[in-house]
């Protein structure tokens, strides 16, 4: 119900795509935009979600709606597609050092980790567990 384009976890869904096939989602030469931070079109939705993809998770404050933060991970299948997208939601403008320093990242992508193997995904390599 959020736009992919304009949430973090829409662009870790995004994170396997090439860029003609987020041209070819996001047509349109401006896109809506709900903040500053919000992508203006396909390319910068492309940018963002290689931006993600490399990092291995996305960290957003504020970025679709003001006042809340977001972290997401993606979760992959047996054939090392991203089928889904662990998001955990913070009521706060930003997130705070001690939370990031209490590992909260951390957890987010352990949780997405620990869903992608139970879909069968193993290390990068996209290898199947046995």
Known sequence: RI?????????????????A??????PEP??????????RNAKE???RAQKYAAEGCAVSESSFEPGI??????VRDSSGLIAAAVTLTV????IEKTLVD???????????KDLSERLCYY????KVKE
């Open 123 to 126: 290390g990068e390599e996209g």
């Open 102 to 112: 209490q590992g909260l990242v951390g957890r987010v992508k352990a949780a997405a």
């Open 21 to 26: 096939d987020v041209e070819a989602l996001f």
């Open 69 to 74: 933060s977001v972290i997401s991970a993606p």
């Open 30 to 39: 401006m896109l809506p935009t709900y903040t500053p931070h919000t992508p």
């Open 45 to 47: 939705v492309y940018e």
């Open 91 to 94: 009521a706060r403008p930003f």
């Open 3 to 19: 736009p992919a384009h304009a949430s973090v976890h829409g662009h870790v869904l995004l994170g396997d795509l090439d860029e």
